[in-house]
């Protein structure tokens, strides 16, 4: 018989300053409910420079880590396309503020936004031929574009950790799963920059067109049809983004079903609508999202569309379990978002431009507002200077 492997436990963090979007229309001249409702998001997250993918990644572990679970942790997978350094790993940096033990693989994931779910799949299987293994999956990102460019109001940033298990607490993943790729130049992010390239308007339809792909692709596999599942989550660079993809199936869906997906919808995208765009870990944000906030029953079906632009599309399925609610801190996540400070475009701005430089010199940050338990405080000798309070 073969053994249960999925998710057992979800952390999630983002930086304590948010950037409300009706200011930022208002400021670069646009109708507020375009940004509200035609995209889709009400805040956004800013990370001030004290915050990287590293920290964040850290942060988001934390919740979820005890010293039992640490000694346990065979593998660190990850997902990140806004790494620091084009070498050595964000993992190894992870494992080390962590603490986990020397005896553990490290490695960095990078296919834009699909990074979090190479990972999730790699340590599943991992887990299925080392049933004793616990492996931490990460999707950690900034999310940058530009100021006053159309991005501008899909930025954001955090980060998800996931620990991959046997018997998982959270959900139990089907083996079966639908991927595609194809060479696609819809969003990018060459060495030399640190805002992406994109071609908007064209990604979201590249989007919509692999979850087509896919989605037709896993039911030939399964034979399951749109009646197998109770919702599905989406990849959400922004929160209209997934409320398309979900458009383009409802019509296979009775009348009944189609307003349970829907519902389902709504609680998926309330945390991503203000956090902003994670990349790799806003999938599973979403998913975290639809687990506070959604009407889940045991063996509920959920599918999973995972999008990185470039491109790389997956659909994947897996079933709630009985104790799925002892894997996440309900109570720690609402406290992180309710105790956010909100800036103003000025500030949002000035913090923008205030990244660690890229000329390589010694920087000592200015850490007086930063609170979390994992912070960049500067650079020495062109290493990063991570501290834990
Ligand atoms: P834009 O040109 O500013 O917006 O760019 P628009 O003019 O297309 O308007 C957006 C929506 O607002 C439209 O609705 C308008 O009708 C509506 P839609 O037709 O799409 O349903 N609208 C209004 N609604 C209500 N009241 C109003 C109003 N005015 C207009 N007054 C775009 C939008 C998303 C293209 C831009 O923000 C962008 O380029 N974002 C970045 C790219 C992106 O997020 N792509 C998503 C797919 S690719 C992906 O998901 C991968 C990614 O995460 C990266 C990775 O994989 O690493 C990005």
């Not at 990140?80 to 084009?86: A, M």
């Not at 887990?127 to 004793?132: I, K, L, M």
């Not at 599973?284 to 990185?308: D, E, K, M, P, T």
């Amino acid at each position: 018989m073969s053994i249960s492997v999925g998710i057992d436990k979800i952390g999630f963090y983002t930086p304590g300053l948010y950037l409300d979007m009706a200011e930022l229309a208002t400021a670069r001249g646009e109708d507020p409910n375009k940004y509200l409702i035609g995209i889709g998001q009400s805040r956004q997250a800013v990370i001030p420079p004290t915050q990287d993918t590293v920290t964040m990644a850290a942060n988001a572990a934390r919740q979820i880590l005890t010293p039992a679970f640490k000694a346990d942790i065979a593998m660190v997978l990850f997902g990140t396309e806004s790494g620091i350094d084009n070498s050595k790993a964000t993992a190894v940096y992870l494992a080390h503020l962590l603490g986990l033990s020397s005896q553990t693989r490290a490695i960095e994931l990078k296919q834009a936004c699909y990074g979090a779910t190479a990972g999730l799949q790699l340590a599943a299987d991992y887990v299925r031929v080392h049933p004793a293994a616990k492996v931490l999956v990460i999707g950690a990102d900034v999310a940058r574009y530009g100021l006053r460019t159309a991005g501008e109001v899909t930025q954001g940033g955090g980060a998800v950790a996931m620990i991959v298990a046997a018997n998982p607490q959270i959900l139990a993943l089907e083996s079966e799963s639908a991927y595609h790729t194809e060479d696609v130049m819809d969003f990018w992010r060459p060495t030399y920059r640190t805002e992406a390239l994109v071609d908007g308007k064209y990604s979201t339809n590249v989007y919509l067109d692999f979850f087509k792909t896919v989605w037709h692709d896993y039911q030939q596999q399964t034979h399951r049809t749109i009646a197998d599942f109770d919702a599905f989550v989406f990849h959400l660079p922004f929160t209209k983004m997934g409320r398309k993809g979900l458009r383009q199936i409802l019509p296979e869906a009775q009348p009944e079903q189609q307003e349970t997906l829907k519902a389902a919808f709504e609680a998926s995208q309330e945390d991503n609508r203000n956090v902003g765009n994670l990349y790799t870990g806003s999938l599973y944000l979403s998913f975290l999202s639809l687990l506070r906030h959604g009407q889940l029953a045991v063996g509920n079906r959920i599918g999973f569309f995972s999008y990185g632009s470039g491109a790389e599309g997956e659909f994947f399925s897996g079933r709630i379990q009985p104790d799925f609610r002892k894997g996440f801190d309900d109570a720690a996540l609402t406290r992180l978002l309710a105790q956010r400070q909100r800036v103003s475009v000025a500030e949002y701005e000035t913090i923008y431009r205030s990244q660690l430089s890229d000329d390589g010199r010694d920087t000592q940050l200015a850490i007086g507002e930063e609170t979390a338990s994992y912070y960049l405080a500067g650079r020495q000798n062109q290493q990063r200077q991570y501290r834990q309070r």
